[in-house]
């Protein structure tokens, strides 16, 4: 009995071939995700819902109205959302601030309620990253990418 086997070179070249574009498609994905989770968390301390207490600031005088508990830290001086980056390397990012204080905002204290910004970005854009991941697999099922 003999069995001969054909194609083998061609296949694993396909196959190599194939990996680039799926990484390629793979870290746009991530990229694309990182940089809405960055925004999402920005946009939520800059415009999102603020009911907490307002009261009066000094040094430039002004009236700040504070976040509730719950809801996206309250913007004052605009440092927080300045400080939001995205590091990507490409298949893998991190979303993050290197405030010492945006954890105790983000996850609360002992005497502070948690005002989390992050986290809901990230809930937010779950299913979207699901999706796109989704798209890949089924385009390279059906030979898209190749």
């Known amino acids: 009995m003999k069995i001969r086997l054909t194609g083998a070179d061609e ?4 196959l190599a071939e194939f990996s680039i ?16 989770i ?3 968390a920005i946009k939520s301390i800059q415009r999102g819902t603020k009911s907490g207490i307002e009261y009066q600031k000094y040094s430039p005088r002004r009236k ?4 509730a508990p719950g809801e996206a830290p ?6 927080l959302a300045n400080s939001i980056q995205a590091d ?5 990012a991190t979303v993050f601030t290197n405030l010492e ?3 105790w905002l983000e996850f ?3 005497k502070i309620e948690p005002r989390p910004f992050m986290v809901p970005s990230m809930e937010k854009e779950r299913p979207k990253f699901e999706q796109r991941l989704n798209r890949i697999v089924d385009a390279a099922a059906k030979g898209i990418i190749k």
């Open 11 to 14: 296949l694993r070249k396909a």
């Open 21 to 36: 574009n799926a990484d390629r498609e793979l870290a746009n994905v991530v990229r694309g995700t990182a940089q809405n």
């Open 38 to 40: 960055r925004t999402h």
């Open 64 to 67: 700040h109205r504070a976040s």
């Open 74 to 79: 309250a913007t004052d001086t605009g440092r």
């Open 88 to 92: 990507i390397q490409g298949k893998q």
């Open 101 to 103: 204080y945006a954890p």
């Open 108 to 110: 609360g204290t002992q």
